[in-house]
Every structure is written in structure tokens, then in C-alpha cells.
């Protein structure tokens, strides 16, 4: 089957609208904007911190980062692989932005089989390896599957097959999906800031925004004296 990546996001911002009453984990929907005007249907988060606790994400800038955006994203996804240089070049231009990386892997067996592999170089050789797999897949070309994963891992010096590591990747891979489920995120990519959800890539410059006016009011839309909107 076919699948239509823009329909499919078309079809998500419209499902948003029933999703946010859908359940004790979504909340109050929200409307944003990207910086260029464009609408972007986001919601309320039942939790200020959903992604606490599970375990296996990749975390990358400051650990002391005031703003910490999670991104939700699928190997196979093609929005994800063309916001993934801008989110890393973000994160290293702006001190007080962590992004979090939440494995969704929902197009496809392979994109379950590709994260894996990731998340067992992760495990075994830390942050930077992440990081470095994490870019060398979504920079890949064509569709990912295990096979070209491991042979990515190898070429970047790692093991994408110690037995261990991968069983308990595929553990930590299951509850990243799960958590992601029980919020309402049925799409990639998906992002989580500031206690809001959102669907769909909006841009770097948006994110930009997002983030300085995270720190200003600690939500995404602050007033003109620097309090949450409501």
C-alpha cells in the first residue's frame, strides 16, 4: 500500500479535533500558529512531564535546558527525516533547548527493526553514538529496514546486534510507543513542549518561537505581559 505522507497529515490535524476530548491523557485543545501563519491544531497535555520515567530516550543539549521539546518520530517518516538536521543544528545553537527523542515506530515492521538497532548502539556506547545513528539513519536514502541499520551501526563503529542490548531495546522501544499512544499521538512527526502537543513538522523558525516564549511564560502562547495565555 501506498501511503500519502500529506494526506496523512491533513487527516491528522482533522482528528486532533476529536482526539482532544478522547480520553483522561489529552486535554483543552489549543491553536498555534507557525511563524509564517500557518495553523497548527495542538492540545493540552494531562501531564507537565508525560515522557517522565521512560526509559531509552536520547536526549540531546543541556541537561540543565529550561525547555525540553520531545520529539515523537518514526525512521521511516519522511517529515521527520527533513526536520531532523534543523532540530540538531537548533539544539546546538540554543543552550536552553534540550530536544528528546520518543521512538514511534508506526509506518511500517522495518521502522520497529530500524529503532531497535538505534537504540541498542545508544545503549551500548552512550550519547554521542545516539546521536551519530540517530542522524546517519535520518539522513539515509530510501526506505530503512534492519539490514541497512546494522550495516549504518558498523560503518559508524558499533554493534546494532548484540542480543542483550537489542532485547532490551525492543523493552524500552515498547514503552516509548506505548507512552506515546496513551497521549493521543497517532502520527509523525509529533512534538510535545510545554505541557502542549502538536502534529506535523512546522519549521525551525517556529520552534524558535515556541521555545523563547516557553521561557518567558512557560507555555507555548504568552500574553503581552509575559503570562500563559489561556
Known amino acids: ?16 479535533g476529536t482526539a482532544v476530548t478522547d480520553g483522561p491523557a489529552r486535554a483543552a485543545a489549543r ?8 495553523a497548527i491544531r495542538g492540545f493540552d497535555v494531562a501531564s507537565p512531564a508525560p515522557f517522565d ?8 543539549g543541556s541537561p540543565t535546558a529550561r525547555v525540553v521539546l520531545h520529539e515523537v518520530f518514526d525512521y521511516n517518516c519522511g517529515y521527520c527525516r527533513a526536520a531532523a538536521a534543523d532540530l540538531d543544528a537548533l539544539v546546538g545553537r540554543d543552550p536552553d533547548l534540550a530536544l528528546v527523542l520518543v521512538n514511534h515506530p508506526i509506518l511500517s515492521p522495518d521502522s520497529q527493526a530500524v529503532a531497535s538497532v ?18 546517519a539513519l535520518m539522513s539515509a536514502r530510501g526506505p ?28 524500552d522501544l515498547a514503552v516509548q510507543h506505548r507512552r506515546a499512544e496513551e497521549i ?21 523558525p517556529t520552534i524558535e518561537r515556541m521555545a523563547a516564549e516557553a521561557r ?7 500574553t503581552a505581559d509575559g503570562r500563559p495565555a489561556p
Open 1 to 16: 500500500m501506498v501511503i500519502d505522507r500529506r494526506a496523512m497529515m491533513g487527516g491528522a490535524v482533522a482528528a486532533l
Open 31 to 38: 491553536l498555534l500558529e507557525t511563524a509564517d501563519g500557518r
Open 53 to 60: 520515567g521512560v526509559p531509552g530516550m536520547l536526549r540531546l
Open 118 to 135: 538505534a537504540l541498542t548502539v545508544h545503549r551500548l556506547a552512550g550519547t554521542a553514538a545516539g546521536r551519530a545513528i540517530h542522524l
Open 144 to 171: 530503512l529496514d534492519a539490514a541497512k541499520a546494522i550495516a549504518i551501526a558498523r560503518d559508524l563503529g558499533h554493534d546494532g546486534e548484540d542480543q542483550a542490548a537489542r532485547m532490551a531495546a525492543l523493552g
Open 184 to 204: 493521543g499521538l497517532r502520527y509523525t512527526p509529533s512534538f510535545v513542549v510545554a505541557g502542549t502537543a502538536f502534529v506535523g513538522w512546522p519549521g525551525a
Open 216 to 222: 518567558r511564560c512557560g507555555r507555548l502562547v504568552c
